[in-house]
Structure formats: C-alpha cells, structure tokens
C-alpha cells in the first residue's frame, strides 16, 4: 500500500509523473537508452532542458517579460551564495524568517555588508515580521516565501524600489500571485517539482552584470544563460523529473488550479489542528503557512498512542524538525486532500480515545 506522505523534502510526487520517470530509466523515447545514459548534448535532452525551461517560466506568467530559467546543481544552499556574488556589490538587506534565510545571511556576509531588515528570532520563527522599512541603496532585498520548519509563509510581498530575490523552495507554484514582482527566484526541487539534484533558478536579466568583482564561471548566472543551462553537465534525470511534473501542474489547470486544491487541504488541516484540544498550531495563525502545518500534542503522553495510529494508518513524514519539535504535515502540490483526510481522522480519533 502506498503510504500517505507527508515528508517535507524530498517530499511526494505525483504518480503519473513517477510512472513516466520509472519507464523513461528503462527506455527514454524508445532510443533503446535510459534517460540516466542519454548525452546532456544529445537533441533528446536539449529538447527535456528547453520544454522545463519554458514551462518554468509560463506557468509563473514570467515568459516574455525578461526572465530566464535554468536547472542548477548545488541546492539552494548554493544560491546562499551565488545569489550574493550575482548582485551584491556594497550592501544588501535580508528579511531573517527562519532557518533558511539565517543560513542564507551567514554566506553572503562572507562578500560584503548584510543587514537584517527584520527578524522573527525572538519568537522562535513563529511569525512573519511585518512594517519594515528597506533602504532605497540596497543591491536587493532577500526573503523567504514559505518555512518549512516553522510553518510560516509570506502572505504579502514587500513592496521595494530595489530587487528583490526570494528562496521559493517550498512554496514555488502552489500559489497565484504576482511573480513579477521578484526579481530573482530560486528553489530546490524537492518540493513541489522533482527528486533532489537540482535547483531551479529565474533570474530577470537586466538585473546582472552589475557587480565590479570576477565571478567564477559555475557561479556566474549569465554564463550559465549563455549556456543554455549546460554550462556543465547538467542532473539530467532531475530535470527531466521537473519537467515532467510541470507538465502535470499545466495539465491541472496550472498555479491557479493548485491553489484551490492547497486551499481545502490547508483548511481541513488547520481546522482540526484549532478545534482539537489535544493539539496546538505552532505558528501565528495569520502567517501559517498553506505547505507546512506545524503542530504539538496538548499531552505529551499520548505521544506514543498518537505515532502507533500514525504507523497503522500508513502515514509517513509528520515528525517536525528538531528546531520547533511536535509535528509536521507538509502538504505540497502532489499531496491529495485524501491524505490529509487521513490524518484529521487519525487525530479525531484520538481525542476520542482520550
């Protein structure tokens, strides 16, 4: 039986896209060759990078509007620092939200000057901070959408008259907003678009080639442009896993679509998580955000009787991250609402027991 998987990355992907990537490892195209054996040169796998590019730009509205798209390795702990030396050239301000955004700082105070614009430490990242201002002579302002651990999201996005670049690694196509508003984007697959390995990137063009310092070749965005996204060998099978999940999304209906489905599953899950006296939500309830539910028991000795009935019910991945520790549902686009049905009732049925 297929469990219900609620890992927060790498994290589920949809089984029609599953079945397409296990049968292209076989045999891609009916080329007698694997999608993992395939030259990253070859027309069959210029034409995988292409399609993921484009698509990863239609279906954020971006395509036409000066964007680029491309498949990177390194994660988005790479773009801790490739962002940096892309764009900063004196200082920048950085929106501190969580785990993520304080790694993001540490590497790119290893360039220049980085101020913290704001910060939610004080409460343990359970809030997003909100009426901040940003010096107009900033190179950019960063910030991260979504918190997987803390289980908060940016529910608005700040208004600058400077750049602004965003970690979307855990929120990326499961919303409608403007995406025009940001400048840069990044996000590690292993969320919302495929297995771990690579890291898309969309980068508005007329905002490099700026900076006065030598930038490596890898870490350099616009030779990674000029190169098609194949600078170096590119994580083929990563990529064409992406695509084919953007594929999926498309054929939902798109960001819009998805939106709706995130919306009743977050709802579902919230709602149980504020009417059940045996849990708590961990983050402010006007920042929770619509990926990550996270939760704590009210009694901690139902502790074991609630992660039995997990195991027996086939769910999988709600441990939370030792940072905020109780519980975490992560319920990204490939999740069906069935599975978080799952869960309320597992959670109903132990207060039942109590």
């Known amino acids: 039986m297929k469990k ?38 070859s027309k069959d796998f210029v034409d995988v990078m292409e399609n993921a ?27 801790f620092l490739m962002v940096a030396m892309n764009l900063l050239e004196k200082r920048a301000g950085y929106l501190n939200t969580g785990a993520w955004s304080t790694k993001a700082i540490k590497e790119a105070k290893k360039l220049d000057d980085i101020y913290e614009v704001a910060s939610s430490a004080d409460a343990n990242f359970n809030y997003i901070p909100k009426g901040f201002d940003v010096p107009s002579d900033y190179d950019y302002l960063h910030c991260t959408s979504n918190n997987t651990i803390f289980g908060t999201q940016l529910k608005q996005i700040p208004q600058v008259d400077i750049p602004l670049v965003c970690d979307m690694s855990s929120d990326i196509y499961s919303r409608n907003i403007d995406y025009s508003k940001f400048d840069l984007i990044y996000a590690g697959a292993q969320k919302n678009m495929g297995p771990a390995g690579t890291t898309l990137v969309i980068v508005k063009e007329d905002i490099l080639g700026k900076v006065s310092r030598d930038i490596p070749s890898i870490m350099d965005y616009k030779l990674h442009i000029k190169s098609g996204s194949m600078l170096n060998t590119p994580p083929v099978f990563a990529v064409y896993t992406s695509m084919l999940t953007l594929e999926w999304l498309k054929a939902k209906g798109g960001v819009a679509a998805i939106e709706k489905e995130n919306e009743k599953k977050a709802s579902l899950m919230y709602s149980e998580i504020d009417l059940n006296p045996l849990f708590k939500g961990f983050a402010a309830k006007e920042d929770r955000s619509m990926m990550n539910a996270t939760f ?16 027996e019910a086939g769910i999988s991945g709600v441990n939370g991250h030792r940072s905020v520790g109780g519980y975490r549902a992560s319920m990204y686009n490939a999740l069906p609402l069935e599975s978080v049905k799952a869960l309320v009732e597992v959670m109903s049925e132990l207060e039942s027991k109590a």
Request: no cysteine; glycine share 8%; net charge negative.
């Open 53 to 79: 590019r484009a698509l990863a730009l239609e279906l954020l509205g971006l395509e036409g509007k000066g964007y680029k798209a491309l498949f990177l390795q390194g994660g988005a702990s790479t773009q």
């Open 296 to 311: 704590n028991l009210t009694n901690d000795n139902l502790k074991e009787t609630f992660e039995t009935m997990l195991v």
């Open 4 to 41: 219900h998987n609620f890992s927060a990355g790498p994290s589920i992907l949809p089984p029609e896209v599953l079945l397409k990537a296990s049968q292209a490892i076989v045999d891609y195209n009916n080329s007698g060759l694997s999608i993992i054996e395939i030259s990253h040169r």
